[in-house]
């Protein structure tokens, strides 16, 4: 069993900067894959990233790429979501995942085991 948290969001205006945090626990070796999503108020969950857990590579969402970026601290369990230039439509409760799954753009909630309760960001003008 895997559990993951999320920390970090909050209210900022159009254009600034927020992090948000994921810390995972639990069956470690069954995970390969860490993911965020997204849903914004009254539409779908949306990919927005994800990265291996044992390796390099990291996929963006064409909505978030060159302004968010994805980075681990394996050492603290925990992954994160530096979210620059945001967008008032950014605003959307986050969610953290985790998947045992190997490989590049796993962009399905269905690829994902292992969610968060969600974080709310919301961005204003």
């Known amino acids: 069993q895997v559990s993951l948290v999320e920390s970090g969001g909050g209210s900022v205006q159009a254009d600034n900067s927020l992090r948000i945090s994921c810390v995972v626990s639990?069956?470690?070796?069954?995970?390969?894959?860490m993911g965020w999503f997204r849903r914004p108020s009254g539409k779908e969950v949306e990919f927005v990233a994800h990265?291996?857990?044992?390796?390099?590579?990291?996929f963006y969402a064409d909505s978030v790429k060159g302004r968010f970026t994805m980075s681990k601290d394996k050492a603290k369990n925990t992954v994160y979501l530096q979210m620059d230039n945001l967008k008032i439509e950014d605003t959307a409760d986050y969610f953290c995942?985790?998947?045992?799954?190997?490989?590049?753009?796993?962009?399905?909630?269905?690829?994902?085991?292992?969610w968060g309760q969600g974080t709310q960001v919301t961005v204003s003008s």
């Open positions: 639990g069956s470690m070796d069954d995970v390969s894959n």
């Open positions: 990265m291996s857990w044992r390796g390099n590579s990291v």
């Open positions: 995942a985790a998947s045992p799954r190997l490989g590049i753009g796993l962009v399905y909630t269905t690829q994902y085991d292992w």
